[in-house]
């Protein structure tokens, strides 16, 4: 029994040895961690997209950054001359500055989050633009085409350019306006040539795809976006000044367009709502002056534009548009009145485009311009003018890898006001000339 009871005691022993050295060493090993989430690629809408962790929505993040260099040789002519044959010289003045430099820079982040819906896709972008440098030159002041700028203007500012939500059809945000096309395509740098319709813009749009590469749009748009100076600018007579209430209905904008191998062509119309308009200044004429002026109360405006694809080497845009009352849509806000002297909306036409050749895939030329003129319309009672305005460019790109565009580029621009008084027997001119060369850099990613 003895001996028993030692075999018992050493087994038992054993055992709860080998117990603790198992409890021991279990110890030591690493807690089973839970499983983490990786980032998953998302192929459906193209390179870029992942699924944000836990959801079944597609981001593409991305962006770029401009880095433009300009010289800008401006200068802005006046003239008064008699027009009753002899040709007297009454007065004239020139601001003929030095060339300068001057330097901008932006940085934009862009956003793209889309979900797959039974009513098909919901999607989200964003792009916010941060930009910094100076300002010089015609055409240059935040509200695009006003004057000459013929001194150092130092911008440091943060822009919504784009801040849209589309869902089955529908767009409601900050987005390109349904009227726009060509939009200016071809130019290059942060300040590109003039004389053109590129809005991006607040709006409410629907657009019904027919398929086989047709679609048409109605929206509508905010108005103001493209008329915030409802005003004569330069032309103010008699140091008063032409205002509306304000807007009264949105401009309501609807286009018909086709994409498709060959290219793409757009037709678009928009009625703008002018509003009454209302004088402040010198009682001149009682009847005009008192209260709200008579006059063209609704604006318009038509636009027709085709792109061609060549061979995947070459692109030709050409675009035409007329407006009357709403020249916010021949990209001339500030630089033509809404309506004249006498409350009717003053008329005006452009035409544009651009050429772009790739010799190599990554060498370009583009020949780009536009053309633009107004009618004839008062100024006061005795005065009337008109605007011609054209802008040509030429530029030379090189690619050397991807995401990297290196871009020269010259371009002219001629901007004149000319018209005459019945009561002075006068002529009068003020011309604006600018030759400018470009350096861009833009890295995108």
Not at 106 to 122: K, M, N, P, S, W
Not at 129 to 155: K, L
Not at 163 to 191: E, K, L, N, P, V
Not at 395 to 414: A, E
Request: glycine share 14%.
């Amino acid at each position: 029994m003895k001996l028993k009871t030692v075999i018992k005691n050493v087994l038992l022993g054993s055992v709860a040895g080998l117990a603790m050295v198992g409890t021991a060493a279990a110890a030591d090993l690493p807690v089973k961690a839970k499983a983490a989430e990786y980032v998953k690629i998302c192929s459906t809408y193209g390179a870029g997209f992942y699924y944000i962790p836990g959801t079944d929505t597609c981001l593409k993040v991305g962006g770029y950054v401009t880095a433009d260099t300009y010289y800008t040789k401006v200068e802005r002519t006046v003239s008064f001359v008699d027009a009753s044959g002899d040709g007297v010289v009454f007065g004239r003045y020139k601001g003929d500055p030095d060339g300068q430099f001057d330097f901008y820079s932006r940085a934009a982040v862009q956003l793209d989050a889309r979900t797959q819906t039974e009513y098909g896709t919901l999607r989200s972008y964003i792009e916010a633009r941060f930009e910094q440098g100076q300002n010089y030159g015609y055409g240059q002041t935040d509200d695009g085409t006003t004057s000459a700028v013929f001194s150092d203007t130092t911008r440091n500012r943060a822009v919504l350019k784009y801040g849209y939500i589309q869902f089955a059809g529908f767009t409601f945000g900050q987005a390109t306006s349904a009227f726009d096309f060509w939009a200016g395509d071809g130019w290059y740098g942060i300040r590109p040539g003039n004389f053109y319709s590129d809005q991006s813009l607040n709006v409410i749009q629907y657009t019904a795809d027919f398929g086989n590469g047709f679609s048409a749009t109605i929206a509508l748009e905010d108005g103001q976006a493209r008329e915030d100076d409802y005003g004569f600018g330069d032309f103010t007579p008699f140091g008063g000044s032409f205002t509306t209430q304000g807007q009264q209905v949105p401009d309501i904008v609807a286009n018909i367009a086709y994409e498709g191998t060959w290219g793409a062509f757009k037709v678009s119309g928009a009625y703008h709502n002018i509003g009454d308009t209302y004088f402040t200044g010198a009682p001149v004429y009682e009847e005009i002056y008192d209260g709200f002026v008579n006059g063209d109360d609704s604006g318009w405006a038509v636009l027709a534009g085709v792109r061609f694809d060549f061979a995947e080497t070459t692109t030709l845009y050409v675009e035409g548009a007329y407006a009357k009352g709403a020249p916010g849509y021949l990209g001339l806000a500030g630089a033509l009145p809404v309506v004249d002297y006498y409350g009717d909306g003053v008329a005006g036409w452009y035409v544009g485009g651009s050429l772009t050749h790739y010799w190599t895939p990554a060498v370009f030329t583009t020949l780009v311009g536009s053309y633009t003129a107004s009618d004839n319309y008062a100024i006061d009672p005795f005065t009337n003018i008109d605007f011609t305005g054209y802008n040509v460019g030429v530029n030379i790109g090189w690619k050397p890898v991807k995401g990297l565009t290196l871009v020269l580029q010259y371009d002219y621009l001629s901007a004149e006001y000319s018209g005459g008084s019945a009561v002075y027997a006068t002529t009068a001119t003020d011309t604006t000339e600018q030759n400018r060369v470009t350096f861009s850099a833009k890295r995108s990613f």
